[in-house]
């Protein structure tokens, strides 16, 4: 993360890559711009040990290239494009491999942003949705999609696992399974947004999925200071999704670009420390008698539905913990408007602890019956667990808590 992909002869001896801010390039020749623009709009492949050479920053930038080298190896993907925000990469994938009478499947609850497109604007164009839950098996999932009458429209399975607050978790190789079943002539792709485990904790590639989706809002940019996003999978995948953020234009610039390359010297030791805290956090409130229930991966045991998918596909219990205070929403307010050192705000993944109210707050837009079934309730708090003292953290958690 401190070196890869970067060469400081080219930069004056730089030893960090300097931001590169600027919108287009100098060619050395005629000749050289040619060939660049011939490899940038696939009018014929690269040769062998070819680079492609730097054009217009809304193609490419030195910041974005080695930053998506760097991020390719935590997933062992074989190609990353960055964006301008987890929602630009996310419906990015979505507007360049679905078309008008497909069918996309997707796991529930989702992202609101995401929810909303799906629901809003992918029907504006013919594509079918149909969403399924945590929880469902295969058979229950070939059942829903034989009901749907849209079986063989099926183009992409979306999934966002753990689900968000919920911590309910989705089996990606049930996915491949279901996807390679009813696959025809054209591989049916399964998309990941891994933007709750990753990049340490999940590697969905690994597990049969095809594209995988973040947004660097949270781990990766790790500081609450950027909103960023990133989709990682297969170069000729790939291929397609850069094309078409060439033409949407919603690439990261290069300031975002640097800042997240500085993010990510730091984000092993950030993410391990976090999980460290949400560790002691979540034990912590199971034992608290104000709390009623906590959601949190570490605290599964063997039996629990989902214990098995966490065993196979995760590498770790993650940073954010949600549980059920003891009452209500005034209960819940109280605590939240005692917090001291915890700042009460949405999003999550950064150096600093987080609070919010997932039913009146990231999840305002969700209908009664789908919050329902999704447990999220009144009395349902949600933290993103930062690198703080985990003393602190608790200290905190307790004199709000005794506030109730
Ligand atoms: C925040 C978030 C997004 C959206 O990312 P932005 O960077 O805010 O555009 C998508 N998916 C998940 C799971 C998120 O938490």
């Not at 890559?17 to 060619?27: A, M, R």
Request: glycine share 8%; proline share 4%; net charge negative.
């Amino acid at each position: 993360m401190m070196t890869h992909g970067y060469k400081p002869e080219l930069s004056e001896g730089a030893i960090k890559c300097p931001i590169f801010q600027t919108s287009t390039f100098v060619f050395k020749t005629a000749q050289e711009g040619k060939a660049f623009f011939e490899v940038a709009y696939g009018k014929r492949e690269k040769l062998p040990n070819e680079e492609l050479g730097l054009i217009y920053s809304r193609i490419n930038n030195p910041d974005l290239e080695i930053l998506e080298n760097r991020l390719c190896l935590w997933d062992q993907a074989e190609d990353c494009a960055v964006f301008e925000s987890g929602m630009s990469a996310i419906t990015t994938v979505l507007l360049e491999f679905l078309k008008p009478g497909d069918l996309l499947l997707y796991s529930r609850p989702i992202y609101g942003g995401t929810d909303h497109f799906i629901h809003h604007f992918l029907p504006k164009m013919g594509i079918d949705v149909l969403g399924f839950k945590p929880g469902q098996s295969e058979a229950e999932i070939l059942q829903l999609l034989e009901a749907s009458g849209k079986k063989s429209q099926l183009k992409m399975i979306f999934v966002e696992t753990p689900a968000n607050p919920t911590n309910d978790l989705i089996d990606l190789s049930c996915c491949r399974r279901i996807a390679d079943q009813l696959e025809q002539d054209e591989r049916i792709l399964i998309a990941t947004d891994n933007t709750y485990m990753g990049p340490l904790w999940q590697h969905p590639l690994q597990h049969g999925a095809d594209l995988v989706m973040y947004s660097a809002t949270k781990y990766i940019g790790g500081h609450s200071d950027i909103i960023a996003g990133a989709v990682l999978g297969s170069k000729p995948l790939l291929q397609r999704v850069k094309t078409l953020r060439t033409f949407l234009g919603n690439m990261a610039g290069p300031w975002t670009g640097w800042l997240m390359m500085r993010s990510l010297e730091t984000l092993k030791v950030r993410m391990e420390e976090q999980q460290k805290n949400a560790q002691q956090v979540a034990k912590h409130l199971a034992d608290h008698p104000k709390v009623a229930s906590v959601n949190y991966l570490g605290l599964l045991q063997p039996g629990d539905r989902g214990y098995d998918i966490f065993s196979r596909q995760c590498l770790g219990s993650g940073a954010m913990v949600s549980f059920e205070i003891k009452g209500g929403e005034s209960e819940a307010f109280t605590f939240l408007n005692h917090l001291k050192l915890i700042k009460l705000a949405v999003s999550l993944g950064s150096t600093e602890s987080l609070a919010q109210h997932p039913k009146s707050m990231t999840h305002a837009g969700v209908d009664d019956e789908d919050l329902k079934t999704m447990q999220i309730t009144d009395a349902k708090i949600r933290l993103s667990i930062g690198v703080e003292h985990h003393q602190d953290i608790i200290w905190d958690i307790d004199q709000a808590l005794h506030h109730v």
